[in-house]
């Protein structure tokens, strides 16, 4: 319902409906929390999987791309390989293969029972898939399809009494590529597929007596079999380490089999038995049980010799404050002379060993390393970071190997900021443009992490005014960042730290912010009550007596032993800062948490507390000028008299009744019958009531603040907006209009009031111009105009899921522009409208989009390429190569090591033109079957060879390899082995997800042409056969020779050189 009493000309005069279209700009943080992280140093490409189906490929600043898999199920396993090739698998058991370069899925693929785990190598095109089951399948990523190979259950094979369990874990030999380590429930294995046997079975036993990864020996009665949960190969493939659910991990010899060190992260030798046993750090009273050990980076340094590990979990369950585990081991001893009992002391004492702490409260229950340029060694070769993954989502970055925290909002995408760790407060405000590079220029220069990828040219808007968007953290850290940054130039991340400031680590999550671009200046509400006060300026150094100054103003406290009520904290910053947002001061007049935060662009800072009071503190001079409680300010006044009040919501614990406050604004107008424009302070609070009062300068040259009016509306007041009445702008406190203010200028100015039910506008003391019902109530509002004058308007967001746009100052709504596509009623409330018609609508718990009015209605990824695909950021550099895969040592192939080459393994069912020897191309064929398809880049070959052949007819240019590779394939292509083997009726690749080739020939239209060229091939095939068998005969008998004599001359020189011979 819309009532009018008069108000002034009309300022929406210049808009129609069709002037509006909402426009979807961008996304900031991520869809869901964060379940599973992958990173590729070679492309510098993160890839983040979500709880909600989503993957975000993030590069260099402003590279960053989104798939929706799999809505409403979480994203399981992601993994990169040869760089180019995105595989996935989600909470459907779907396997997705998606293109880097092209940005498109390439294939999908759905086993029959749920993959339980997943493994890759950088290098290759396997995807090696643990099955529930607990069968080993092997999907071939290049090519899209699964192929014929799998392996059985290796348990079941080796203790066939134990349950049928599925494949907790696998993990690639990191330099003999075709050795698997395959974990189970009750034991892990090592298997060769180019023997297609287990070499090894890691069964780890406590006997009764002996700890575990028990916390008391009480509980050690029995001989125990704990569960596998993870396994992971040393750098050099030397030894494994198995870990467990009673948070004991076990060190093996890999060549042997042999147990070296079993312990947990305080103890050693805990499967040896002891008389009592009480784990360090605890007693029987405070201790209760030891988490399982959920994940293990063996990391090395640029010499796979020198490692250390990262442990997640292993810790007791109640210790207060968890975190992830490093223990730096150093130098392994000479492996070929060490015996196993200096290699379990070498095991059982770690050169350094450290807790990384996470403040987050939550626990760590998955990591990622982050290696400087090698994909290798499972990604743990010259680690620089660790991203750990929080059970909440979340994700926490730390430097390796100091532990330190690293600088998030100079290292990470934006994005990626909303969650390290996630957003307890957001703002926006308005800068201009200069002053915002100005703040940038002064940001330290620290290279990104991320390099990967190229950022898509986008439409640039108007850059005089910049909407500069502020999160607030739970570890206190506060961020800021240009609102559209993928239009400006620059995309970098300015942040301060109340935690500095308060010089404390505890209690400083932020729980508002208000930020004054002119001023430079920032309050930072905590959630104890305090309140930081930042001011951008250069951190001077200080002379020694201001040194001593600022440290007995720290010493200052009251009678009852607080600290003042405005305490000075100027010098608490880094030293290294040497401009930015620096720390003045610290108010706390100790009355609740804050519930309201203005800090103006005048010069004052305003602040509303949850037992009812407002404080108004002068900038200028640092002092406080009104603390009073709210509830009687005006009360005779009011529309509404005491009983409205009354509420189990506004008493305190003594009875006392209060008003909160819910909004602050600070505007210049004049009030009516006034002849002059005065400082106008509004306070709407949670009873509905909008409360006015006059900032007037008193004889001393300080400030008071006086009451005006109070007037009533239904509901809490969420907004309160001044505008322009004369000139359609907004009246919001400036700096600029406060300096003209002594010349007399006048101010016809108003105040739009508003709750969820309805909207009042007052022209000031309390004279009531238009009000309005809202049929669908209000969550958020503000006001938007394009130009000065014709199209000023009140902006608002519904429950409904609407974007409702009102004419001023008569109400009358324009349009209405749905939002009901990405809307969520329970993150809305967060939601931000911005004058120039920017809306930050909150869509989820870790992402906000980025929308706006004046728009052309367009959607994200508007950009249309040539072949009528959405143009996104790229993200795959062709000039950026694989390094060599790191292979078995000159001593490891003396002492009889097979050594297999990448190219070797690849081969599968193509063969070189050179004869491979047998033993090689049988590894191929058992894995990849007879009949592999042809890979992309085999394909390019053949079209440009046939090319070739047709620019030179005259030279004939074949090759009998063709037929070689055919009878090779014919000839391995039997089962041999029955826990390794092609399928009996698979000896073609199987991909129900691709499309099936169009064969319109009769099946009798050519018969009798068809039997009498497959006579001629099968009659040429047998004579090629022969041929082949003689010429194999004599390659493989040369080789042999020639092997021997290289063992024997190498074996020579090198023990000659040991002997100075």
Known sequence: MLKIRGGGRDLSSGLTPEVFGLEDLTRFGINGGVSVLAFDPVQSLLVTGTDSGRVYVFGQPGVQVEFDLCPGKPIIHLRIVKSIYLVTVDGNNTVTVISLETK????????????????????LDWLFLGLDNGLTIVYDVDR???????????????????????????????????????????CALVYSLAEEKILHVLQYEIPPGAPGGDLFSQRSYASRFPRVTTGVWHPNGHHILTAYEDGSFVFWDAKEGVLIQARTIEDTEVNHERSSHVAHGGSQSDLSTREPIFKVAWCCSNNPEDTALIIAGGQASSLPLKGMTFMDFGPLPAYQITTYQA?????????RQRIYPVSTGADPVDFLMIPKSSPFYAGNKEPTALVAILSSGELYSIEYPSGAALPVAAMFPPSLCWIQPRVSALTVSAIR??????????????????????????????????????????????????????????????????????????????????????????????????????????NRSSSPEEIEHRLRALTVRDEAGN????????????????????????????????????????????????????????????????????????????????PSLRSSRTQSQGGVQIEIPSSIEFSLMALENDQFSSIVLSIGTDQGRLLNFRVVPTQSGSHAVKFISAVQLKGKVSAIIPFDTEYGVSAIASQQILLKLP???????????????????????????????????VINSGLSFLRQGDTLVLTTLTEAGFVKIYALPSLKEITALSVQNIYHLLYAPRSQIAVNGDILLGIGKNEVALLNIWGRGLSINNTVGENGKNKTDALFDVLKSMPLRPAISTLQWMSGVKYITPEDFDLLSKIQNDIILLYFFNVVVQ??????????????????????????????????????????????????????????????????????????????????????????????????FSKLEDAASEYGKSISDFLDDQRKSAATGYFKSKFGL
């Open 563 to 642: 600290p003042p009520i405005i305490q000075i904290i100027v010098g608490r910053t880094k030293s290294e800062m040497k401009e930015g947002f620096l720390p003045v001061f610290n108010f706390n007049p100790r009355r609740g948490p804050i519930t309201a935060l203005k800090n103006s662009d005048i010069g004052f800072l305003a602040v509303g507390y949850q037992f009812g009071s407002l404080a108004v503190v002068d900038l200028r001079s640092m002092s406080l000028i009104f603390l009073e409680d709210l509830a009687n300010q005006g009360l005779e006044q009011s529309s509404r008299k005491l």
């Open 144 to 186: 899209g399809a699964k192929t014929p190979y799998r392996i059985g259950n290796l348990q079941k094979h080796a203790l066939p009494r134990s349950p049928i369990s599925p494949v907790v874990f696998i993990a690639i030999h990191p330099r003999s590529f075709y050795i698997l380590l395959i974990g189970y429930e009750n």
């Open 343 to 351: 290699m379990s002391e070498y095991y059982a004492s770690p050169r």
């Open 104 to 123: 498109d899925i390439l294939s999908l693929f759905t086993p029959s029972s749920p993959i339980t785990a997943i493994e890759s190598d950088p290098s």
């Open 743 to 777: 010349q007399g200028i006048i101010i016809n100015g108003a105040i739009i009031a508003v709750t969820a039910e309805e909207a009042k506008i007052f022209r000031l003391p309390k004279n009531k111009i238009t009000s309005r019902s809202f049929d669908d109530k």
């Open 927 to 1024: 894995v990849g079957g007879p009949n592999r398809p042809k890979s992309k880049r085999m394909v390019e070959e053949e079209r440009s060879k046939k090319e070739q052949q047709r620019l030179a007819a005259s030279q004939n240019l074949s090759s009998p390899s063709t037929t070689a590779a055919s009878s090779f394939s014919s000839f391995f292509s039997g089962n041999k082995n029955p826990m390794g083997s092609s399928s009996r009726n698979s000896n073609s690749y199987s991909n129900s997800n691709t499309l099936p080739h169009n064969n319109s020939q009769s099946p009798y239209g050519n018969m009798s042409n068809v039997a009498q060229e497959r006579g001629e091939r099968l009659s040429f095939m047998q004579d090629q």
């Open 433 to 538: 443009r200069e002053q915002w590079i100005g703040m940038m220029a002064s940001k330290r220069a620290i290279e990104p992490m991320l390099t990967g990828g190229a950022p898509l040219r986008k439409r640039l808007r108007r850059f005089d005014i910049r909407n500069i968007i502020l999160t607030g953290h739970s570890d206190g850290y506060v961020r800021l960042w240009d609102a559209s940054h993928g239009e400006i130039e620059n995309s970098q991340v300015l942040d301060l730290s109340i935690a500095d400031a308060l010089d404390r680590s505890t209690d400083v999550r932020v729980s508002a912010l208000s930020f004054s671009g002119p001023m430079g200046e920032i309050s930072v509400a905590c959630e104890t009550g305090e309140l930081l006060f930042f001011r951008f300026g250069l």
